[in-house]
């Protein structure tokens, strides 16, 4: 059984950087754990994760990471937009779908890396891709069947569309429609939270827009933009839509902070399963750790950690 990611979200969310930073830290995973202030540290174990990055984006051609795999040597959006006179959105259809009817190529690039590597796969920033067309779904769905992976979709989002209401409640819809379409386990993440401050002071504090709460309170501020208040409507039944459903809700990131990403790496691990790998226990005692709270304590099992322990300073 094999572990991993599905990192997709808008351009310039941070995809690839997360990538880049998620691989770095689950290889350190293991050492000290610098959370703790106390002699003894607790340390989150994961077997000393081998990481692959898998490169699906072949706009991407600056890469900051070593890939495994990487999708232009199948296929490269610059010869595909020559070739067939398209754009950069048309030729990163054209190139799902190539991939989707090569997908043994992509098996077997994976398939020396599923005995011993949890993967990270970098697709596409082009958001139809994910709620609308149905090719790069196929590619996961024939992942996870064909070779018993099991995925998260980690669903990057600037958090600089918290300072909008407009596109805050578009984030909140993209993210909606990308669940219900991928059908896979699902964690949306309001990125490059460090910077949310340069953008402005925010109109609600931050639990507001991480929990989705009572959306009617942003029909104030959305009728002030005459932009907005044109679509008033519109925007309420959108609302409505969100509301009903339920489903949306967000946790942030700052990349180049360990404890973020740490607490990130938990709500992955118990999503798609990992923090249940190795554990051997009744279906109630299984329940009982499915149904903790998110935040589930590590050190309580003891094929999850070690111990490190400091003399006094």
Excluded at 40 to 56: E, M, Q, T
Excluded at 144 to 170: F, I, N, Q
Aim: contains cysteine; glycine residues 6%; aromatic residues 12%.
């Amino acid at each position: 059984m094999v572990f991993g990611q599905i990192v997709i979200g808008p351009p310039g969310s941070g995809k690839t950087t997360y990538c880049d930073g998620m691989s770095q830290f689950l290889r350190l995973i293991g050492r000290d754990h610098p959370l703790l202030p106390i002699h003894v540290v607790v340390v989150i174990y994961s077997g000393f994760r081998k990481v692959a990055v898998i490169n699906l984006d072949p706009a991407n051609d600056e890469l900051p990471y070593e890939c495994a795999v990487n999708i232009e040597d199948l296929i490269k959006l610059s010869d595909v937009m020559s070739e067939h006179s398209l754009g950069p959105n048309g030729g990163l259809v054209y190139c799902m779908d190539f991939l989707e009817k090569n997908i043994d190529w992509l098996q077997s690039k994976l398939q020396p890396l599923i005995k011993d590597h949890y993967l990270l796969f970098d697709f596409p920033g082009q958001v139809e891709l994910f709620f609308l067309h149905s090719n790069a779904k196929s590619v996961i769905s024939k992942l996870t069947k064909k070779m018993d992976l099991r995925l998260t979709a980690v669903h990057l989002v600037d958090s600089h569309l918290c300072s909008d209401p407009g596109k805050y409640v578009s984030a909140l819809l993209l993210s909606l429609t990308t669940m219900l379409h991928l059908e896979l386990p699902h964690i949306n993440v309001f990125s490059k939270i460090d910077l949310i401050e340069s953008y402005g002071k925010l109109a609600f504090n931050l639990e507001y827009y991480t929990d989705v709460q009572d959306l009617s309170y942003l029909q104030y501020h959305l009728d002030q933009d005459p932009r907005s208040a044109k679509y008033r409507k519109l925007t309420k039944e959108l609302c409505d839509v969100i509301e009903d459903f339920s489903l949306v809700n967000f946790t942030t990131l700052d990349i180049q902070d360990k404890e973020s990403v740490g607490n990130l790496v938990k709500l992955i691990d118990k999503s798609n399963g990992y923090i249940f790998a190795g554990i051997e226990g009744s279906v109630v005692e299984l329940s009982k750790i499915a149904a903790a709270p998110l935040d589930w304590d590590y050190y309580r099992y003891p094929f999850y950690i070690q111990f490190v322990f400091f003399s006094s300073l």
